[in-house]
């Protein structure tokens, strides 16, 4: 609730730095990690982007532990931002439920509702294709669903 005291123009750029600059290197190893195996597949994948999950059903040899190291870091990426945001929702909503006016606690909690859905929608459909990279899913269903996490909630 102290945004605008907290949030200066360079702790902004810090925190956007320090995402790229975690980010990055990670997507750097596994990409090319990825394009280091031998693909025998068609030279087509059906989705709407290049995503590891289409590419990995090109691959003509075992990815088991590509797979449970892109899982481990999937985790690991997931996990951390998700249990910072569940750590401050939990604090923004115990000071909102003690503040002493309803339309105040209205307010506040009508704000933070729609981040809420839109952590859990990013949440939720990015768990869902990142979290098993070679699931039974079809690839309609993962084209729906990587469609909703890079096109709804941004």
Do not use: N
Request: aromatic letters at 10%.
């Amino acid at each position: 609730l102290h945004y605008g005291t907290i949030m200066s123009p360079q702790l902004c750029h810090l925190l956007a730095a320090t995402c790229w600059l975690a980010g990055v290197p990670v997507s750097l190893v596994f990409t090319v990690w990825l394009f280091s195996f031998p693909f025998c597949g068609p030279r087509g994948i059906r989705h709407f982007f290049c995503d590891i999950a289409p590419l990995l059903s090109l691959v003509c040899a075992d990815t088991r532990v590509f797979e449970a190291s892109v899982l481990a870091a999937t985790v690991l990426v997931m996990i951390v931002p998700f249990c910072l945001i569940a750590t401050s929702y939990s604090k923004i909503l115990a000071t909102v439920l003690r503040m002493p006016s309803a339309t105040g606690r209205h307010k506040a909690l009508s704000t933070c509702a729609s981040h809420l859905i839109v952590v859990a929608l990013f949440y939720g459909t990015t768990g869902v294709i990142h979290l098993r990279p070679k699931a039974s899913y079809s690839p309609e269903s993962k084209q729906v669903v990587s469609l909703s996490y890079t096109l709804v909630t941004p």
